[in-house]
C-alpha cells in the first residue's frame, strides 16, 4: 500500500495533510525518514507519525440494536443515525448491511466489508431477516401457508419470496423473509389487510440480536458470526 493512502486509513488525515507530514519528515519507516508519499508499505513494518505507531484499521463488523426514531443512513440533518451512536475511530468507512425503517428497532449490521455486506441484502443470496410484528387485528392461521407461497404487493410485479410466519398469539408473529423490499413486512400483511403497528428485527441470517444490548448500544461481531453470513 502507498504510504500516503497508509497514514489516511490509519489516521483521520486527508490524502493533501497526510502528504504535508511526510514532507515535514513527520513520518518514519522503521524508524527512518520517508518523504515520498508514493513508497510502497511492506507487511511487517511499523510506521510512525510524530514519533506514535499507526496502523490501518482492517474490516470491521458490527451489531448495533436501533432505537426508534433513528435512521439507518450515515449522515442526515434532521434525524440521529445509526451511525451517530457509534463512538468508533473512522465512523465514516462504515455503512449498514441491511436498513431498517425509521420506526422499526433492532438488530442493525454495520460494516465496512462490501462484499460481505452484499452477501446480507442480495435476494439471491437467501439470507433470512426474522422480525417480530405486532398487529392491530388478529391473525388468522390462515396466514401461514399465505405467505409461504408468496404474497402480491402493490405496485409490484409478480409474489414475494416464500416467508415463513409463525404466530405466536393472536397480535403478535414473527416473520422471515430472505428480501428486502421498500417497507415489505408492513406491505405484506397490509396485503391480507391487516396492519403493523410494531416491527422489530431479531436476526439476520445466524446472527441473532443479544438480549441484553439496549436500544442504541453496539458491539463488534465474534468471528463465527462474520463467518456465518
Not at 5 to 20: G, N, P, V
Not at 28 to 50: A, M, P, R, Y
Not at 61 to 73: G, Q, R, V, Y
Not at 174 to 197: C, D, P, S, W
Amino acid at each position: 500500500m502507498r504510504l500516503d493512502k497508509f497514514i489516511c486509513e490509519s489516521t483521520e488525515l486527508t490524502r493533501s495533510f497526510a502528504k504535508k507530514a511526510l514532507h515535514r519528515g513527520d513520518v518514519t519507516c522503521d524508524g527512518e525518514v520517508v518523504k515520498n508519499s508514493g513508497f510502497k508499505v511492506k507487511v511487517g513494518q511499523t510506521i510512525c507519525l510524530d514519533g506514535k505507531v499507526i496502523s490501518v484499521v482492517g474490516p470491521r463488523f458490527l451489531m448495533l440494536n436501533k432505537p426508534a426514531e433513528t435512521i439507518c443512513a450515515t449522515f442526515d440533518q434532521v434525524h440521529p443515525t445509526v451511525i451517530d451512536l457509534l463512538d468508533i475511530e473512522k465512523a465514516d468507512t462504515l455503512h449498514i448491511a441491511g436498513r431498517l425503517d425509521i420506526d422499526t428497532t433492532g438488530l442493525v449490521l454495520i460494516t465496512t466489508d462490501g462484499q460481505w455486506s452484499h452477501k446480507i441484502t442480495s435476494p439471491k443470496k437467501d439470507c433470512g431477516k426474522c422480525y417480530l410484528v405486532t398487529l392491530t387485528d388478529e391473525l388468522d392461521a390462515s396466514l401461514v401457508e399465505t405467505f409461504a407461497q408468496g404474497v402480491e404487493l402493490r405496485n409490484e410485479d409478480g409474489l414475494t419470496k416464500p416467508a415463513v410466519l409463525e404466530i405466536i398469539d393472536s397480535h403478535h408473529a414473527r416473520l422471515t423473509i430472505t428480501e428486502g423490499k421498500y417497507h415489505q413486512v408492513k406491505r405484506m400483511f397490509a396485503a391480507v389487510g391487516n396492519k403493523v403497528v410494531g416491527l422489530h428485527r431479531e436476526s439476520v441470517g445466524k446472527i441473532v440480536l443479544d438480549d441484553d444490548l439496549a436500544p442504541g448500544e453496539w458491539r463488534y461481531l465474534t468471528d463465527e458470526e462474520v463467518a456465518s453470513v
